[in-house]
């Protein structure tokens, strides 16, 4: 099961399964009482734009998320072999795995949200998004223009969608670049450069926070972000999510390592397709199945059913 990060919001999410299934409505309430304010109205409802405020977005999507695990246990769909998430998925995955409490999880990245945030004033960070490039010919132009500044790698997504980040300046010197060596460059409409070294502050900020919640060995394998292997150990699982702030998001290794290890069959949890859309870039031989309401839970279970 992999779960998704922000990009995937969007007003009504999680709102069919609440209807459908109580045990993904208790997750809703449980999140607005240890956040102390609806976030549950913010995904059922909106509006769109404090949807997209990072600080809202990390702990909607997480909410959503985890109600549509809990929706499937609830409804038959068994446990699966490995869990995964895309840089805040990874909180639903650990969630999910029970390494971590929801109530802790929702708190912890709603702050990881807003440190991100005023990590960097506004403006003068920036994200792009490299379609169609070699990894080394990105690493190379990332190289070239950071001398002064930050611009790094910042998600491996799939073998032709690459991100980078760092300051506005050297993002854009990059992009010019980039366009004699990938097939499109395309800047991201985001409030922060993420997986960079401008995020070290927040890193900063956010590893006392994770140091005070309490991790417990996940019943799953959780593959994590930041090193691209497998661990059950709380304390590397909590040392990754450190890490992971300032460091690039390793999807493509973290799900060839998945395949390596004989996993067929990739169900996407939460809102949206991203992930899935990914997995088609990385690998189209296996299946990849999604749950965000009621209509693809039940495809889902049918799909996994006539599979086994």
Known sequence: MIFPGQGSQSPGMGKDLAENFPVARQVFE???DALGFPISRLCFEGP????????NTQPAILTV???AFRAMTEAGISAP?????????????LVAAGALQLSDAVRTVRARGRYMQEAVPVGTGAMAAVIGGELSDVQRVCEAVSRDQVCSVANINSPNQI???????????????????ARRVIKLNVSAPFHCALMKPAQDRLAPDLEQLAFNEPATPVVTNVDARTTTAPDQLRD????QVSAPVRWVESMQLLMQQGVETFVEVGPGKVLS?????INREVKTLNV???ASLESTRTALAAGN
Do not use: C, P, W
């Not at 805040?88 to 995955?93: I, V």
């Open 30 to 32: 449980e999140a607005d």
């Open 48 to 55: 769109a734009e404090d949807l997209q405020l990072t600080e």
């Open 240 to 243: 990754a999510l450190v890490r």
């Open 277 to 281: 859309g990914l997995m088609r870039q």
């Open 292 to 294: 965000e309401d009621a």
């Open 81 to 93: 072999a490995f869990v995964a998430g895309h840089s805040l998925g990874e909180y639903s995955a």
């Open 65 to 67: 998320s985890v109600a």
């Open 163 to 181: 991100v980078i980040a760092g300051n506005t300046e050297a993002v854009n010197h990059a992009i010019e670049l980039l366009k004699d060596v």
